[in-house]
């Protein structure tokens, strides 16, 4: 619909012309309307039980964005009047429409609406900002303007929604079905007002904005999917930055060049011309998206991205020349910091008890790598540095794996199960941990005897999936594991007394169920407490839990309907 009436507004401008632009405000303002209709209370929890998920979004929109479209300007020598329009687009907060297309790309939906819902709440502030930045020197930018016009055609409508949500439920639910059909229109008629107004400006030199609009979303959602790849997030949450990044609110960015910059009527076209382009590429994006990666073709090309991962870790610690922790001792250091046991053969719902069988094998034999090791100030540890690559030749049997989020089976099974003890028995000392994974968000298997908090477990892999700590301190720390009949055993110990003690627990437990999904929720902390007046010094938040639950929850359990 949006590219129909762009081509009917610039073959025939008198279609539109007779619209005023002034009308472009008021009809953001019903879009962002529309949008406060539609959010949930989830939507805004979702940034504090994944902070670190929507702060990369977000310092990815507010920093990737803006640079590309200023260095476009610059690279291809836009007028004033264009390049205005094409940082004004830059600057603008994430779209709602890119809800929509990361829906369609099997994305993070959760991720992308919390990103959405958080760059459009920090856009009266970091917007005007940016735009006095990088057009400053080109134009005069009235940031306080700026801030106070967000606040009216985007922040105060998105309010007005969310208390109509709260206070006329009923209207809202019928209504709701019918804005998506509803914001398409409006966005159409937004983009048919400034292209008529500006039709033969866009006849006479029109493809040079065009060429310019299409390499700013198509940089942006690349690069987007890149931090994502960097940051080894799954590939959800890369195609969630990635459409985020580069699909942006370009209908604002046309509302403020007709508010604050009508001496530069050009302003109004990248914003007119990227509404157009988006929903072309990001239905194609969406496509695309859908696609299997390379390592999930066949089990081939999965081998080879494996390999091709382990290639790339033993050249970077080559290359950082990191000093890993080796020397082993069979006498103990004299003072014990923490000591556990975990039992080993825990039945895990469904799970075949034979692979618990094979795992206390595979413990028995990976924690001699391990046992006596000696961590001295300067070292760092690493799993997989000790222990090598489980197979077979080296007597490791098939134990339980975890493979996209569902119980498997592989040579050398088990090995999370050691790091988590490890990582259990670090988190009670001084010793810094310097890479530490989690099986992503997913909770997979009923609680059997826990005694330690949810979420402070471990995920690897050999070798680029490690669990490593680093010693900061002026004291030698040692490992001792072993494995009797029942237990996987652990101790940390030292040459001196740490100052501190530590305790591990968790808060604000509980079950949600959010579109029919379950989730598990909650905080772990980490209480640091002064040895000699047992005065508790500080409280860590280490983990926030929000994991969706992969079993069929006992009816002991209390599901909070959210």
């Known amino acids: 619909m949006v590219l129909l009436v762009a081509a009917l507004a610039l073959a025939v401008p008198a279609s539109f012309a007779w619209i005023d632009t002034w009308a472009i405000n008021p009809m953001l303002g019903v879009i962002m309307f529309g949008m406060g209709l539609t959010l949930s209370p989830q939507d805004f929890r979702i940034v504090l039980s994944r902070p670190k998920d929507i702060l990369v979004g977000c310092l990815a929109q507010f920093t990737v964005m803006p640079l590309l479209a200023f260095c476009l300007a610059w690279a291809f020598m836009l007028p004033k009047e264009l390049a205005l329009g094409v940082i004004l687009v830059g600057c603008c907060p994430g779209g709602t429409a890119s809800n929509v297309i990361t829906y369609l790309a099997k994305g993070d939906l959760a991720l992308s609406v919390g990103m959405t819902a958080t760059s459009t709440l920090l856009a009266p502030v970091l917007t005007p900002l940016l735009v006095w930045l990088m057009a400053g020197t080109m134009v005069d930018v009235d940031t306080l303007s700026m801030l106070m016009s967000i606040v009216y055609v985007v922040i105060a409508p998105i309010v007005c929604g969310l208390l109509c949500q709260r206070f006329l439920s009923g209207v809202t639910k019928r209504v709701v079905p019918y804005l998506p059909a509803f914001s398409s229109i409006v966005i159409a008629l937004v983009v048919g007002i400034v292209v008529s107004h500006n039709a033969d400006r866009l006849l006479g030199g029109g493809l040079l904005i065009i060429i310019v609009v299409m390499a700013h979303n198509l940089l942006g959602l690349s690069i987007g999917f890149l931090i994502g790849r960097l940051l080894r997030l799954p590939k959800t949450k890369c195609v969630a930055v990635s459409i985020e990044v580069g699909m942006q609110n370009s209908g604002l960015a046309s509302s403020l060049a007709v508010l604050h910059f009508a001496a530069y009527p050009l302003a109004t076209i990248p914003g007119a011309v990227f509404s157009v382009w988006h929903n072309i590429s990001g239905a194609l994006v969406a496509k695309l998206y859908q696609r299997k990666l390379f390592c999930e073709i066949s089990p081939f090309t999965y081998w080879l991205s494996m390999e091709k991962e382990i290639l790339k870790r033993h050249v970077q610690d080559m290359l950082r020349k990191t000093q890993f922790a080796k020397n082993r001792t069979e006498e103990s250091l004299p003072i014990v910091v923490y000591r556990h046991n975990s039992l080993i053969r825990r039945r895990l719902g469904n799970v075949n008890m034979q692979l618990q069988e094979n795992k206390a094998t595979n413990l028995a034999l990976a924690v001699k790598h391990i046992n006596g090791l000696m961590i001295r100030p300067g070292e760092t540890f690493s799993v997989w540095k000790l222990i090598g690559r489980t197979t077979k030749r080296k007597g490791y049997k098939e134990g339980l794996t975890i493979a996209k989020g ?15 003890l490890i990582h259990w028995l670090v988190l009670h000392s001084e010793l810094t941990i310097t890479e530490h994974h989690h099986h992503d968000g997913l909770d997979l298997f009923p609680d059997f005897g826990r005694q330690i908090p949810f979420g402070t477990g471990t995920s690897i892999s050999y ?14 720390y040692q490992l001792r594991l072993w494995t009797d009949e029942e237990y ?17 627990h968790a808060e604000n437990e509980f079950f949600s169920r959010e579109n029919g999904v379950v989730y598990r929720n909650g905080e772990v902390y980490r209480d640091i407490i002064d040895r000699v007046s047992g005065q508790r010094l500080e409280s860590q938040l280490i983990r926030t839990n929000h994991a969706r639950v992969m079993y069929d929850c006992p009816p002991s359990i209390i599901i909070k309907e959210e």
């Open 463 to 476: 070798n680029y999936i490690d669990y490593r700590f680093r010693n900061d301190t002026k004291n030698t």
């Open 488 to 504: 996987l055993c652990g101790e940390l110990r030292a040459t001196e007394q740490q100052p501190h003690t530590f305790h591990i």
């Open 406 to 420: 569902k119980p498997s089976q592989g040579i050398g099974g088990g090995m999370c199960q050691l790091s988590n």
